[in-house]
Structure formats: C-alpha cells, structure tokens
C-alpha cells in the first residue's frame, strides 16, 4: 500500500478525475497473445483501486475479473462499481502486495496498473529529494532498489498460468519528462526514482523468465478525465492536485509554492494556455504512462 497517499480518504473523490484509458488496446493485446476470446480470459487485477479498469475490462468482455487492493475505501467503490456484473466478479478482497494469495497457475491475465511506483518508498527516506538521478544514477542493484516490486514480479509468474500475460501500466522516464514535474526539478528526480526506470523494469522481468517482453505509448493519452494539458488550470486547484500521487513529491520537495506563484503569474498576464501548450510537447508524443506485456513461457517452452 502506498505510503504517500492515504487512499481511504482519497477514495471518496478519486473518480472525480480518473478514469480507465486504453482498455480496449489492453484487452486485444491480451487476448491475442493468449489466443482467446475475451470472455475465456480469467484476470486477476492487482491493486484496482475503485474499479475502473476491473469495469473497463469488463464492458470490454472479460470473462470472469478477481479484485485486489490494499485500501479499504478504495476496494468498497470498486465492488459497487462491478456489482452489475453478477458472478463474472469472482472476488473483491482486501489485500496488501506484493504477495498474491492465490494457488499457482490461477489466471490467464495479471494486472498492475498504475501501482508499481507505489510499493517499494525508499525514495520517501529524509534527503531523498537532493538525489538527482538524471545526474549521478544509482549503480545498485535494481532488486535492492526496488525488492517488493521484484517479490511481486516473482508472485505474478508464480499465479499465471503457462502462456499467460502480466501486463503493467507505467510511468516510464520519458512519461515523466513529458509531465508538469519539469516545473519542478527535485520532485521530477524524486519520482523518478520511485518510478522504476524502463530498463530496469524489462531486465527485472527478463531476469525472472518471463518471455516476449514489449511495451506501448499512447501519443497524448492522459489518466485523468480532465487532463492535466486539456485544462491549463487544473494544477491550481489543490483538490486536483490530492488526487493525483505525483503531486505529493512536489509538496515534498517545498517546490509547490513557486510552481504555483509560475502558474499564477502566467495565467494573469493570458499566457496560461500557451506556456502549457509549450511545456506539454513531449506529452503529445509518449503520453502519461506507458504499458508493459510480458508473458509466462508455456509448459512446452519450458521443457515440460
């Protein structure tokens, strides 16, 4: 469960913003590596938040979704939200990650969207703020670095059955550039640094025998409903900004006060809309987040 964001108390207002994006190309690029019709899929989503993507995938034609989060609050709107699907939700269950607490070889998809970045919070350690990372990378160990993403990496494998598809929806490096952190460069670090870089992610996932690793970006894709580049103003209004995590490093950093005074400023002199037009080129090229399919080799593959 992240530490950084008190998710009970941000369930209540969390689907003022959010909303599931790319869940049609998540579903088909499951399912064609799967080699299955939507509805033989059996999905397990790991850390689903207040359901939106368990819903998506499910109007999407999944057949059959099991629910996990570590929030209470979180998990009572999802189960409202997916209530209409009857006995195609098999289960809506409180539980904290990294480990998965179902028999091996259970589903044929796992998800982790939007969750990875807030598992391990070594970056929320005292002078964590003053490494720069874009400067003087870490040369330790990615599984030192990141142990409780690498424990649930390990369990995925564990709980897919053979040919199935972990696929992980993710702020890579390039997302975060092309984000609003650039206003601010010590939180711009600070999460880069609780964001597992890409790299890394794909040579963990190598590292743990899982096959046909590739990722996606969605040029301008946003997860919020608004947007952060379709509403010059939103970064104003605080109640966006406790909705959405990244915010929180900038708080963290004491960046926010001159990033507000920026905004302000460029707002009163009409210049809003064109700065944010100009800070959010490389946006409309990559997008927020980035998803990564990476697949269990089949009993075949393996020798079996």
């Not at 299955?36 to 989503?45: F, G, Y």
């Not at 209470?72 to 904290?96: N, P, R, T, W, Y």
């Not at 900004?241 to 490093?249: F, L, P, T």
């Amino acid at each position: 469960m992240s530490k950084y964001t008190d998710y009970d108390t941000v369930s209540q207002t969390y689907d003022n913003l959010r909303y599931a994006t790319g869940v049609e190309l998540m579903t088909s690029i499951s399912c064609g590596l799967l080699g299955k019709k939507p509805e033989d899929v059996v999905l397990l989503e790991a850390g689903c938040g207040t359901g939106n993507y368990s819903l998506g995938l499910l109007e999407n034609g999944i057949g059959s979704i099991t629910m996990i989060d570590g929030s209470k609050g979180m998990l009572e709107k999802a189960g409202e939200k997916v209530k209409k699907f009857g006995s195609k939700v098999k289960e809506v269950k409180q539980h904290i990650l990294p480990t998965l607490p179902y028999p091996d070889n259970s589903f044929d998809v796992i998800t982790l969207i939007e969750v990875a970045h807030h598992l391990d919070t070594l970056w929320l350690e005292e002078g964590a703020a003053n490494r720069d990372v874009t400067k003087a990378p870490l040369k330790t160990d990615f599984k030192k670095r990141y142990p409780n993403l690498t424990k649930l990496i390990q369990e995925v494998m564990r709980v897919l059955k053979p040919n199935g598809v972990f696929f992980i929806d993710h702020p890579f490096q390039n997302n975060i550039d092309a984000s609003w952190l650039s206003l601010a460069p010590k939180a711009l670090s600070l999460y880069k640094q609780a964001c597992i870089p890409e790299t890394d992610l794909i040579a963990m996932l190598k590292q743990e025998s899982y096959d046909n690793v590739f990722f996606v970006q969605r040029p301008g894709s946003s997860i919020t409903k608004i947007g952060m580049y379709g509403n010059p103003e939103c970064v104003l209004d605080p109640k966006f900004r406790n909705s959405c995590s990244e915010w929180q490093y900038v708080d963290k950093s004491g960046e926010l006060p001159a990033v507000l005074e920026k905004l302000e400023k460029k707002k009163a002199e009409g210049k809003l809309a064109e700065f944010v037009h100009e800070i959010s080129e490389l946006h409309r090229s990559v997008g927020e987040t980035s998803i990564l399919f990476a697949q269990k080799k089949s009993a075949v593959s393996n020798g079996h």
